[in-house]
């Protein structure tokens, strides 16, 4: 038998509210996938329309996807007996932060850090712009 690892008790509603949350998203990419359907027999004049209404659409998509996929993440470290680590400097994660965000993957301090390198890195992979003078 394991020794008794597991963090904090009151795992079992954050794996409520994980899956809750998990729930609510499929089903609100389920609902575009039906309005997608639905809009499948629409007049040509109202292409524009659609294209613009499926940009939207897509870019909240993506959020969504992205979403489920620390939703999931997070799960899956509530059966490996890791969730509430800090997936950078291994320190548990304020509870208060849990609370308002199951999902986290970092600490306050090394999510800062992470937002940090992550904007520099986008910075670094932006094409620079030729100024001809
Ligand atoms: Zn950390």
């Known amino acids: ?12 509603s954050y794996r409520a509210e994980l899956e809750e949350k998990r729930t609510g998203i499929l089903r ?7 309005i ?3 809009m499948g027999r629409v007049a040509e004049d109202d292409q524009a329309q659609i294209s ?4 939207i659409s897509l870019q909240r998509n993506s959020l969504d996807y ?8 997070a ?4 059966d490996a007996g890791d969730f509430g680590i800090c997936q950078s ?6 509870a208060k932060r849990l609370r308002a965000l199951p999902w986290a993957r970092y600490c306050i301090d090394c999510q800062n850090t992470v937002a940090e390198d ?3 890195e986008w910075r670094s992979a932006r094409p620079r712009v030729a100024v001809t003078a």
């Open 89 to 94: 400097c291994s320190d548990p994660i304020a």
């Open 66 to 73: 992205l979403q489920l996929r620390l939703v999931d993440e």
């Open 28 to 34: 609100t990419l389920g609902a575009k996938f039906d």
């Open 1 to 12: 038998m394991k020794a008794g690892q597991s963090p904090a008790n009151g795992n079992q």
């Open 52 to 55: 613009h209404e499926e940009f």
């Open 75 to 78: 799960l899956s470290r509530l």
């Open 118 to 120: 992550l904007d520099q």
């Open 36 to 38: 997608r359907a639905a």
